[in-house]
C-alpha cells in the first residue's frame, strides 16, 4: 500500500515556476515508477511526467519536455516536478501516483496550479 500527498500548487503568473513535491508512505515507494499527472476543467487526466524507480530514467509529454524536471528522493520519500516558464495552458490540478507494477495503482489528492496570464 502507498499513500500519496501533494503539496506545493497555487497561484502564479505566466512565465513563473513552481515546485510541486508527493510525499509517498509505505514500503514500496522505492520500488515504483513514479508519475505526474494533470486534469484541467473539462479535459481528460494526461500524463506529464515519470521517473524509473532508481530516477535515471525521466520520461515528459511533448507539452512540458524543456520546461518540467522530474526528480526524486527515495531517502525522503518523494518524488518532485519542478515547473518552469509557465503558461496559462498549465492550469490544471496535479496529481501524482506511484507504479510498484506495471499500471498507477495509488494515486494522491492532486493539487492546484493556476497561470494567470
Known amino acids: 500500500q502507498v499513500q500519496l500527498v501533494e503539496s506545493g500548487g497555487g497561484l502564479v503568473q505566466a512565465g513563473g515556476s513552481l515546485r510541486l513535491s508527493c510525499a509517498a508512505s509505505?514500503?514500496?515507494?522505492?520500488?515504483?515508477?513514479m508519475g505526474w499527472f494533470r486534469q484541467a476543467p473539462g479535459k481528460e487526466r494526461e500524463f506529464v511526467a515519470a521517473?524509473?524507480?532508481?530516477?535515471?530514467?525521466?520520461y515528459y509529454s511533448d507539452s512540458v519536455k524543456g520546461r518540467f524536471t522530474i526528480s526524486r528522493d527515495n531517502v525522503k520519500n518523494t518524488v518532485y516536478l519542478q515547473m518552469n516558464s509557465l503558461r496559462p495552458e498549465d492550469t490544471a490540478v496535479y496529481f501524482c501516483a506511484a507504479a510498484p507494477t506495471r499500471d498507477y495503482d495509488y494515486w494522491g489528492q492532486g493539487t492546484q496550479v493556476t497561470v494567470s496570464s
Open positions: 509505505g514500503r514500496t515507494f522505492s520500488r515504483s515508477e
Open positions: 521517473i524509473s524507480r532508481s530516477g535515471g530514467n525521466t
